[in-house]
């Protein structure tokens, strides 16, 4: 099972205080030397957290796969064709909300899409698709031609254990089976924590998990002490 570490909350951080810190960049290539085998960011239509300037130079410095995150609008590919990411993940988007709230709608969008996806396709990018654990839309996914999907554990991640969990993660299953049956890759994430990642990492199917919030709330506060502790010694000095 691989690990795409998703960086954008380092990003987030940093606009927080419209600051040069925390560096992405940084955060990517510390991400990379403890063992992440793929480093992702979301490029969103406001640039609330990444910027153009974030993707340039993760693209220059990241040495195992670069995802770039994205809607599927006209602005977006030009971007991405630019900056040739390894991998395109389409997701839905919307303004006002706070994370991705759900799988791309591929069947709905499918006359949109099949020209998206080729157009990266011919670049030499491999596009993947952020869907739910739906069955008519991984078929959909699959004929379309894209390389990867990224089945949506959000309706998992959100559950407390217990039944409705269980289902929910008896979902993802299904579609981990069904869509490596049609000759996908098959990765996972949304919500992904240190609590509730284990069932997903038992899936065989899956062979890659894109994990954000969880690992960089888990090195906000494991650095605390440690950055505490440099402060007071600077506050020796006198
Ligand atoms: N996969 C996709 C498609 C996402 O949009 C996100 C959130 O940016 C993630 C995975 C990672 O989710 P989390 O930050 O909850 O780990």
């Known amino acids: 099972m691989r690990l795409a570490v998703n960086i954008d909350h380092f990003a987030t951080l940093r606009e927080a205080r419209k600051s040069a810190e925390p560096e992405p960049v940084l955060a990517a290539l510390i991400a990379e030397q403890a063992g992440a085998e ?7 239509r406001d640039r ?16 195992t ?16 064709l630019k900056v040739k990411p390894d991998v395109v993940s389409l997701v839905p988007e919307r303004p006002e909300e706070l994370t991705t709230e759900g799988g791309l ?16 396709q011919k670049a030499g990018i491999r596009v993947s698709i952020f869907i739910d654990p739906d069955i008519g839309q991984i078929r959909t996914a699959g004929e379309l031609g894209v390389d990867l999907i990224e089945i949506n554990t959000g309706k998992y ?6 039944i409705a969990r269980d289902e929910a993660l008896a979902q993802v299953m299904e579609a981990a089976e069904f869509g490596l049956g049609l000759g996908l890759e098959v990765h996972a994430g949304h ?24 690992i960089v709330a888990r090195a906000a506060i494991g650095g605390l002490d440690n950055a505490v502790r440099e402060m007071r010694a600077l506050l020796e000095k006198r």
């Open 191 to 214: 919500g992904l924590n240190y609590h509730n990642v284990l069932p997903i990492v038992a899936i065989p199917q899956i062979s890659e998990l894109s994990i954000g919030f969880s």
């Open 65 to 80: 796969k670069l995802n770039l995150e994205m809607a599927a609008t006209a602005e977006m590919q030009k971007i991405a």
């Open 48 to 63: 609330r957290h990444i910027k153009e300037r974030d993707l340039l130079l993760l693209r220059e410095a990241v040495k």
């Open 38 to 44: 793929g480093i992702v960011c979301h490029l969103r």
């Open 105 to 120: 709608n591929v069947a709905a969008d499918r006359v949109h899409l099949g020209p998206f996806v080729r157009r990266l």
């Open 157 to 162: 991640a959100d559950l407390k254990p217990g």
